[in-house]
């Protein structure tokens, strides 16, 4: 038995064969740890899913409470009960008048004459400026 050990062929098929198993140990260890990786990132999804579950059925039971739904029967279709007042509130209409001209159309008659000038004589302006 001691002959067969002493061959070179079994000894280097013993050196292969062991060499083989600690590759194979190498990558199974990679994999393991690939895996672990991976169910880490499940789990964190399934957390922040489950978290986000709970924000729905919290907003779902909002939905059905009996004072929101009031509230935008209010806002949203002009609902009023029977024991409610409801005063309306119409916005100011501004009334223009050509006799005394607000601040703005002064504004931009200011800004159309300057416009004007600086197109109709603005070589000259400029010609001027230059020129001392």
Known sequence: MI????????????????????VSAYQVKQDKKISA????????????????????????????????????????LNYKSADEQVAYVYPEEKKLSAENPTEEQINFLVKMKNWFLSRRFGRLLDFSRTSR
């Not at 280097?12 to 062991?18: M, N, Q, S």
């Not at 986000?52 to 209010?74: C, D, T, V, W």
């Open 37 to 76: 990786e991976q169910v880490d990132n499940v789990r964190a999804k399934m957390n922040s899913l489950e978290k986000e579950n709970g924000y729905i059925q919290q907003f779902i039971s909002y939905l059905k409470n009996p004072e929101f739904l009031a509230k935008e029967a209010r806002l949203k």
């Open 3 to 22: 002959r067969i050990f002493q061959s070179k062929f079994v000894t280097i098929g013993l050196i292969l064969l062991v060499g083989w198993l600690f």
